[in-house]
C-alpha cells in the first residue's frame, strides 16, 4: 500500500496545471495563516480579528531594478488585502515578525505589501471559517487552527538564543576594553540583570551605507542598540555611566567588529530579580522569551521624545 506522501506525489504528478496552480494557492494561504498564528501566538484574539479581515493574498516576481542582482536572480513580493484600518496598522506594526515566520514556512518573499481592499475585493474572504468563528462572538482560534508554532520547542537550542549569546559576548568584550581597569568592568556587569542586542538597521536591501557597497549592491552592516536592564536603584547611576563611556564603548566595538550605534537602559520588571546576565565564570545569559519587537518600540518612543534612558553612541545611530 502506498504512503500518504507517495499517493500525494502521483496525484500532482498526473495533475492539470490548473490543478497544481490552485493547491499551491491553498498551500500558500493555509502558510500565511499559520505565520500569522504564530507572530500574534500571545494573543489568539488579534490572530483571529487579522485572519477574519484578510480578503485575498498574492505572491508576485519583484521587477523593480536593484544594484548587483545578476540577471537570471528573481525577487518576490507578498500582497496581502485587508478590509479594516485596524487590521492593517497592526499587520504593518509587525510586518517584519511575520516576514520571519512566512520564511520559517519555506515563503521566500522578499517584502509584505500591504493593500486596503476596496470595491468587490471587500465581498471576498480569504479564510471564510474564521469570519464565521469571529462573529459567533468567539475572542480565541477555533480548535482546528494550527496552532504549533515553528520554533524549537527548547529556547536554549534556537539560534535566536544562540544569535543573542554571541553578541552579548561582543559587549562585554567591548566593555572591558573601554574601562580602565577589569575590576570596574566586572562590577559594572554584576549589575546587569538582564541583557538583548537588537539590530537597528531595518532598511531595505537596495539601501547601502558606504562606497564600497554601493558599488556591489550589498545591504549595510548590522548596526546595534544594547538594552540593559538594572534594577530600580541603578538605572539613573547607569545612564551616567553609558553617557560617560558611550563613544568609548562604540569605538572599542568597531575594534571588535561590531557596530554600537544605541544603549538603552530599563528597570527590571520584578522576573529578572537576582539575575545576572553575564556570571563571572560562564557565558552570558540571553533573556528567554526574547520578544525584540516590543524593545525595538521602546527604543523608537525613547529616542522620539528623547527619553533620557536611550543614549546615542554613534552620529549614525537609527
Keep these: 500500500m502506498e504512503s500518504l506522501e507517495t499517493s500525494f506525489a502521483s496525484y500532482m504528478a498526473k495533475?492539470?496545471?490548473?490543478?497544481?496552480?490552485?493547491?499551491?494557492?491553498?498551500?500558500?494561504?493555509?502558510?500565511?495563516?499559520r505565520a500569522i498564528i504564530a507572530t500574534w501566538s500571545a494573543a489568539e484574539s488579534a490572530a483571529l480579528f487579522l485572519l477574519a479581515h484578510i480578503n485575498g493574498m498574492h505572491i508576485c516576481e519583484d521587477t523593480r531594478a536593484y544594484k548587483g542582482d545578476t540577471e537570471n536572480k528573481k525577487h518576490y513580493l507578498m500582497h496581502i488585502y485587508v478590509d479594516d484600518p485596524l487590521a492593517k496598522t497592526e499587520l504593518n506594526a509587525r510586518r517584519e515578525m511575520l516576514l520571519h515566520y512566512l520564511h520559517m514556512e519555506?515563503?521566500?518573499?522578499e517584502e509584505i505589501v500591504l493593500f486596503s481592499a476596496t470595491r468587490g475585493m471587500k465581498q471576498r474572504k480569504l479564510y471564510p471559517e474564521y469570519v464565521t468563528h469571529l462573529q459567533a462572538g468567539n475572542t480565541t482560534l477555533p480548535a482546528t487552527a494550527q496552532k504549533t508554532r515553528p520554533t524549537p520547542a527548547d529556547p536554549l537550542e534556537s539560534m535566536c538564543y544562540q544569535d543573542q549569546q554571541h553578541l552579548l559576548e561582543y559587549?562585554?568584550?567591548a566593555v572591558c576594553l573601554s574601562?580602565?581597569?577589569?575590576?570596574?568592568?566586572?562590577?559594572?556587569?554584576?549589575?546587569?540583570?538582564?541583557?538583548?542586542?537588537?539590530?537597528?538597521?531595518f532598511i531595505d536591501r537596495r539601501t547601502t551605507s558606504s562606497a564600497e557597497n554601493v558599488s556591489a549592491g550589498k545591504p549595510p552592516k548590522p548596526s546595534y542598540c544594547m538594552h540593559l536592564f538594572v534594577r530600580e536603584a541603578?538605572?539613573?547611576?547607569?545612564?551616567?555611566?553609558?553617557?560617560?563611556y558611550g563613544s568609548t564603548l562604540q569605538s572599542s566595538a568597531?575594534?571588535?567588529?561590531?557596530?554600537?550605534?544605541?544603549?538603552?537602559?530599563?528597570?527590571?520588571?520584578?522576573?529578572?530579580?537576582?539575575?545576572?546576565?553575564?556570571?563571572k565564570l560562564s557565558q552570558?545569559?540571553?533573556?528567554?522569551?526574547?520578544?525584540?519587537?516590543?524593545?525595538?518600540?521602546?527604543?523608537?518612543?525613547?529616542?522620539?521624545h528623547r527619553r533620557p534612558n536611550y543614549i546615542n553612541v554613534s552620529p549614525y545611530a537609527n
Excluded: W
Design 179 to 201: 574601562f580602565s581597569n577589569l575590576d570596574d568592568a566586572s562590577s559594572f556587569l554584576s549589575h546587569v540583570e538582564g541583557a538583548a542586542m537588537e539590530n537597528t538597521n
Design 106 to 109: 519555506n515563503i521566500t518573499v
Design 171 to 173: 559587549f562585554k568584550r
Design 234 to 244: 541603578d538605572v539613573e547611576p547607569c545612564i551616567e555611566l553609558m553617557r560617560l
Design 254 to 279: 568597531h575594534i571588535i567588529g561590531f557596530r554600537l550605534n544605541s544603549i538603552m537602559v530599563h528597570q527590571s520588571p520584578r522576573s529578572f530579580a537576582g539575575s545576572v546576565a553575564y556570571p
Design 284 to 304: 552570558p545569559i540571553p533573556i528567554v522569551p526574547l520578544d525584540l519587537s516590543e524593545l525595538r518600540a521602546k527604543r523608537l518612543y525613547a529616542k522620539s
Design 15 to 33: 495533475a492539470s496545471p490548473k490543478q497544481k496552480k490552485a493547491q499551491h494557492i491553498a498551500q500558500n494561504n493555509t502558510a500565511l495563516a
